[in-house]
Nanobody, 123 residues
C-alpha cells in the first residue's frame, strides 16, 4: 500500500515563506513524477508544479519565480518551497505522485494523492 503524507502548511503573512513536504511510503518500485496541486474555495483544483524523474520541472505561470519544487530521491520526498506568498496562494495544497508499486507490472504507474494541507495567506 502506497501512501503520501504531506506536512508544512499553515498561516503566513503576505510576503512570507512556507515549505511543504510530501513523503511517499509503502511498497514502491519507482516514483515517476511528483507534483503539487492546489484548490482554493469555490475553484477547481489546479496544477502548481511538477517534477519528473529526469529532473524536468513545470510551474504554473502565477507561481513562477516564487515557488520551487525539489525532490529527495533517497527519502521519496518532494518539497515545495513557497516564497513571496500572496493572498491568492491561499488554498488546500495536495501532493500527487505517479508511482509504480513494487510487486506488480514495472511498466505501469498509478496516481496517488495526499490528504491535503491548508495554506492561508491573509489579505
Amino acid at each position: 500500500q502506497v501512501q503520501l503524507v504531506e506536512s508544512g502548511g499553515g498561516l503566513v503573512q503576505a510576503g512570507g515563506s512556507l515549505r511543504l513536504s510530501c513523503a511517499a511510503s509503502g511498497s514502491i518500485f519507482s516514483i515517476n513524477l511528483m507534483a503539487w496541486y492546489r484548490q482554493a474555495p469555490g475553484k477547481q483544483r489546479e496544477l502548481v508544479a511538477k517534477l519528473n524523474s529526469g529532473g524536468s520541472s513545470y510551474y504554473t505561470t502565477s507561481v513562477k519565480g516564487r515557488f520551487t519544487i525539489s525532490r529527495d530521491n533517497a527519502k521519496n520526498t518532494v518539497y515545495l518551497q513557497m516564497n513571496s506568498l500572496k493572498p491568492d496562494d491561499t488554498a488546500v495544497y495536495y501532493c500527487n505522485a505517479d508511482i509504480t508499486p513494487d510487486g506488480g507490472s514495472r511498466s505501469v504507474g498509478y496516481a496517488y494523492w495526499g490528504q491535503g494541507t491548508q495554506v492561508t495567506v491573509p489579505s
